[in-house]
């Protein structure tokens, strides 16, 4: 009887890490696809095979021309001569649109990089991984934003750079905060004598990532509403409106990097 008990949890535990094991690799099946639906990513990969491809042919083009140029010095049949130039002209013009393209592509702005909503998530039945998916859907609508101002021209460059670097160090710390939530779990299921210790920790921080995602939120609504009164008129219009859906942003944005520097500083007296 006790050898049942015994085997319970550790069938338990195996059953466990299989599913956590799947579950990771879901989410880096998931990260591949996402990398390679990646607009700035399929740009630059254009860039690279055009290049490459217009060096290829403009190589095969240079040997068949010094192929023909030997052969001409070597008194060799016309008729030869006409199939290594041909040769030669045939990859000549390929390499020429290749250049070409890649010309084009190069005066083609790139798509604005993707943020980094794609990481992986927290593992399911981890407590982190329902604020973090949160977090990834604001991301990616936060930076979709973010490109609508720019092609507007809504805001300054330097106020879109603030934007994005405030975005990207609360997205850090919050990813960070939810890896040390699911290595506190980890060690739970390995150790459960340390509930009474780890679950009052990680409940405190699943807070700080709920709060953190409604902070993110609200810079995200403040700029869903520039973006809006932007295309309704309200801005040209009425100068007031755009200090005020400006200073919305702005004051959001505060908060939210604020919350950040605190919870970093919290962080570093902890571990301290």
């Given at each position: ?14 059953l466990q890490r ?101 990481r992986r998530l ?125 200073d919305e942003l ?23």
């Open positions: 009887m006790n050898t049942r008990k015994s085997r319970s949890p550790a069938w338990q535990s195996a299989a599913v956590d094991t799947a579950a990771e690799l879901s989410d880096v099946v998931a990260d591949r696809l996402n990398a390679a639906a990646d607009p700035r990513a399929k740009m630059l990969r254009k860039r690279r095979w055009a290049l490459r491809g217009g060096v290829f042919f403009a190589f095969s083009s240079l040997f068949w021309v010094l192929v023909t140029a030997l052969l001409a010095v070597w008194s060799t049949p016309v008729w030869v001569l006409l199939i290594t130039g041909m040769i030669a002209a045939g990859a000549a013009f390929p390499a020429t649109l290749l250049f070409l393209r890649y010309r084009w592509l190069r005066s083609e702005p790139l798509p604005p990089p993707r943020s980094r909503s794609t927290p593992p399911r039945g981890s407590a982190a991984r329902p604020p973090m998916a949160a977090l990834a859907a604001s991301e990616r609508g936060f930076f979709s934003l973010l490109g609508v101002m720019e092609r507007g021209r809504m805001l300054p460059p330097d106020e879109l750079r603030e934007l994005t670097a405030a975005a990207q160090r609360t997205a850090a710390t919050m990813a960070a905060t939810a890896g040390e939530v699911v290595s506190m779990e980890r060690a739970l299921r390995a150790a459960p004598q340390s509930r009474g210790h780890l679950e009052p920790t990680i409940h405190a921080f699943t807070r700080q990532l709920d709060h953190g995602v409604r902070q993110y939120n609200e810079m995200v609504t403040a700029a869903a509403q520039l973006v809006s009164a932007a295309n309704t008129g309200q801005m040209s219009s009425s100068p007031m409106s755009q200090r005020r859906y400006r702005t004051g959001a944005t505060d908060r939210l990097v604020g919350w950040a520097q605190a919870f970093d500083e919290l962080g570093r007296l902890r571990s301290a």
